[in-house]
């Protein structure tokens, strides 16, 4: 897998592996900046496609093969 980018992940598409709460599609709906200028961006809102139901992840958690596919399979 490529290499993310924080800065880049804004609207890319992510596939479960395993499904959450029958939801399979993703959709990076926003990147939560820090309070602080000088802290790490840490947290993304991930929405899924068919019910539009938000949730916080952080954005590394999408480096794992074992969680997430890069784009819609």
């Known amino acids: 897998m490529n290499r993310l980018s924080p800065k880049k992940l804004l609207l890319s598409k992510w596939t479960a592996v ?5 939801q399979k599609h993703f959709l990076v709906s926003k990147v939560i ?15 899924a ?3 539009k139901k938000v949730m916080q992840i952080h954005w590394r958690d999408l480096s794992d093969s074992s969680l997430w596919i890069q784009g819609w399979k």
Not at 18 to 22: F, G, L, V
Not at 34 to 44: A, F, S, T, V, Y
């Open 49 to 51: 496609v068919y019910s």
């Open 18 to 22: 395993k499904p959450i709460a029958k």
């Open 33 to 47: 900046e820090p309070e602080l200028p000088n802290e790490k961006l840490d947290l993304i809102e991930i929405e």
